[in-house]
């Protein structure tokens, strides 16, 4: 089982780290200058040790100072060891040289540890930027049955924090792998150099150090995990009590808010203590057991005799290995982490968006706007459905009126005339051509909406209205304004078009942010207009002003329009009346109010006592016959 157990383990984190390392490609060159860096660096670690020997050789008294490393460099002539000798008859030159190198070698590790942490950091930022805006563009790709389940808080956790733990892997555990194992291997391999025996004895219990590696790591992994998931949990709670935070106060709520808040901060603080506390017991524990091994060695240096030189650099040595070995030690604890972040940023890399452009799709140009819906059927979950065999036609500059009861599906129709889902079974047209044969970004660029939820980006108001189109000019935005009735309140506020609008239109009324929102959908320009209560939140002068601009906009244009006061769609060349999913009934208002007792109960419902609509000559026939 513990095998098994080890396979899957070497799976499960294999597969992230293979990604991980496809985004280096970019940037290989400097990451494998990095990893040079790193590799010198560990061959310093040897160089110290050589050193170390031969400088205590010519410093200590009694060293082998007359045939070692330093006085063939610095010259061991008898008339130069005559005139600058100092005490034991070393000559001040060598001595110079040997208390010189030291330092030297330091300057070098110090220079290559900053280079390699230097490259492999600047790559590592390079990625994590490169991860983070393709799971921003994946995120965004995705369909609105994915955001229908998904926590927005969740979302910005994954995309923010756990993307920094795949850098964290590039960084700390890539260069951790090619350093310090090299820094080990050096070292040990200096240490055996000059003495094998005493190497050996020091290092017997070296390899016990995994024990509590392999018991620690266990946990660490589960609680890294619970981390995470209370992290993106705290995210959630803000998210939704800052976006929520008119009904938060409207109903007393902030103290409720904050005990949500602090009962997931501390259920996350709680776990980042179990996830601190293995991490900070397997250094302690590693350096226990290595005590022992540092005992032994110094009972073997007594037993033995050894020169000073010797003991220095033995002993040095084992120093040295020491921090490669603990950081090591904790690659394993680490990696439980970063394979649970990791794993959850590339799932959501990897999911495929639910409404995605067809192989054969084509992108179209401006299209002529005639919209059909073919015994259409939808639902946004099993045992409910929204649509049911719906079927109508919009032909091209006509505006057709959807009405009926909330729940009737009215909105779902503009919602699949976007894509935003598909039909389970029938099919919606444009110009003929079903929606699915047709790229979703030329697609929505044939059609304009204005939302009964309006909002509006923490921006200036010029910018909230270029989000129509991008590429508009200033006049061209000043135009569709005046076109909403929105130049004059804008030019009121403190910095005119350049006034920031606060978090979703915070600093504007209803009918302001209704109003720039429809100035939006004016500069767009789109064949296909789609209104959904465009006037809701409106008084009936802005109304008036709004229902002029929408008309004139509306000339030549194929418009969708939904609305609950019928006031505004009288004038519709054609009605759909819905109900419960299905269409009940189409025609004019006079046809409709004729003979449609669902248009009419609607009518009657906003309009209270209403006159009997006039007789028709038929009517007045068949009554004058029965008299």
Not at 140 to 150: I, P, R, T
Not at 329 to 350: G, N, P, W, Y
Request: hydrophobic content about 45%; overall charge positive; some cysteine.
């Amino acid at each position: 089982m513990a095998h098994m157990s080890s396979v899957d383990l070497m799976r499960a984190s294999s597969g992230p780290y293979r990604k991980l390392i496809s985004y280096l490609k970019p940037y290989r060159f400097r990451f494998f200058l990095g990893m040079l860096f790193g590799l010198l660096f560990a061959g310093t670690n040897s160089l110290l040790i050589f050193a170390t020997k031969h400088v205590g050789d010519v410093v200590f008294p009694g060293g082998n100072a007359g045939s070692g490393l330093f006085a063939k460099l610095g010259g061991n002539s008898t008339a130069g060891a005559a005139a600058d000798a100092t005490a034991g008859g070393v000559p001040l030159q060598t001595v110079l040289l040997a208390c010189a190198m030291i330092p030297l070698i330091m300057l070098l590790r110090g220079l290559f540890s900053y280079l390699n942490a230097y490259y492999l950091l600047w790559v590592s930022l390079r990625v994590l930027d490169d991860i983070r805006v393709q799971l921003f563009s994946r995120l965004l790709q995705q369909s609105m049955e994915f955001y229908n389940k998904a926590k927005t808080g969740e979302l910005i956790q994954v995309v923010f924090n756990q993307t920094r733990m795949a850098q964290q892997a590039l960084t700390t555990i890539s260069s951790d792998l090619i350093r310090q194992p090299f820094s080990i291997l050096g070292a040990l391999a200096m240490l055996l150099w000059i003495d094998w025996k005493f190497t050996f004895i020091a290092l017997i219990l070296f390899p016990a150090c995994i024990i509590p590696v392999v018991i620690v790591g266990k946990k660490v992994r589960k609680a890294g995990a619970r981390e995470e998931d209370e992290a993106g949990q705290i995210m959630v709670v803000m998210q939704e009590a800052f976006s929520g935070i008119r009904v938060v106060k409207a109903n007393g709520q902030e103290a409720f808010e904050r005990t949500r808040f602090e009962e997931a901060n501390r259920k996350m603080l709680r776990f980042i203590m179990r996830w601190r506390k293995a991490m900070e017991l397997v250094g302690p524990l590693v350096e226990t057991f290595a005590s022992f091994g540092v005992g032994l060695a110094l009972l073997y240096v007594w037993y033995f005799k050894l020169s000073a030189g010797t003991f220095l650099a033995l002993q040095g040595g084992l120093v040295l290995l020491y921090p490669p070995f603990k950081s090591l030690s904790r690659i394993h604890i680490m990696m439980q982490k970063c394979i649970a972040a990791t794993t959850k940023v590339f799932e959501l890399m990897d999911r495929p968006p639910a409404i995605a452009d067809r192989p054969d799709a084509v992108a179209i140009d401006r299209c002529r706007g005639e919209i059909g819906f073919e015994a259409v059927t939808f639902a946004y979950q099993k045992g409910s459905t929204a649509l049911r065999k719906v079927s109508f036609t919009a032909p091209p500059g006509t505006t057709t009126a959807l009405v009926g009861a909330s729940g009737a599906g009215k909105t779902t129709v503009l919602s699949l005339l976007l894509r935003f889902y598909d039909p389970k079974s029938g099919r919606i047209t444009l110009d003929g051509r079903d929606l699915r044969e047709i790229t979703l970004d030329s697609l929505r660029r044939q059609i304009a909406l204005v939302n009964q939820d309006v909002f509006l980006f923490h921006d200036t108001i010029a910018n909230n209205i270029r989000y129509g189109r991008p590429d508009a000019t200033r006049a061209e935005i000043e135009q569709a304004a005046r076109q909403a009735f929105a130049h004059d309140f804008i030019l009121e506020q403190p910095e005119g078009y350049e006034t920031v609008v606060g978090d979703k239109g915070s600093r504007l009324s209803g009918g302001q942010q209704q109003r720039i929102s429809i100035a939006r959908a004016i500069l767009r320009n789109a064949p296909i207009l789609l209104l959904d209560e465009a006037t809701s939140a409106l008084d009936s002068e802005s109304e008036r002003k709004i229902q002029t601009a929408l008309e004139t906009l509306s000339e030549g244009r194929t418009v969708i329009a939904i609305a609950h006061r019928l006031s505004t769609i009288l004038r519709a060349d054609r009605i759909v009346v819905m109900d419960q999913g299905r269409v009940m009934e189409t025609g004019t208002h006079q046809e409709l109010l004729a003979s449609s007792p669902h248009y009419r109960r609607l009518y009657e419902l906003q309009f209270h006592a209403l006159p009997s609509p006039e007789p028709s000559e038929e009517e007045i026939s068949a009554a004058e016959s029965e008299r």
